[in-house]
């Protein structure tokens, strides 16, 4: 992926981060994981890796919703 400048955070909207996968910049992540990422475990035939992300995913909701 191309990088992307960044000329001014003070308008930035959004910010790319790295799939804690792939490595790759994203500007969504949820639970740690990119959308691309997300869908291969999701489509796996093994359920392994997407039910421990599921799980995360309920951890990180409960603990922001708890504080
Ligand atoms: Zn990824």
Do not use: H, K
């Not at 959004?14 to 999701?42: F, M, Q, Y």
């Not at 359920?47 to 995360?56: G, I, P, V």
């Amino acid at each position: 992926m191309a990088e992307i400048e960044v000329r001014d955070r003070a308008d930035m909207l959004a910010e790319l981060i790295a799939c804690e996968s792939c490595s790759a910049p994203t500007l969504l992540r949820i639970a740690g994981l990119c959308a691309d990422c997300i869908a291969g475990i999701g489509l796996a035939a093994d359920r392994t890796a997407y039910e421990a992300w599921r799980r995360r995913v309920s951890e990180e909701i409960e603990r922001r919703a708890t504080g």
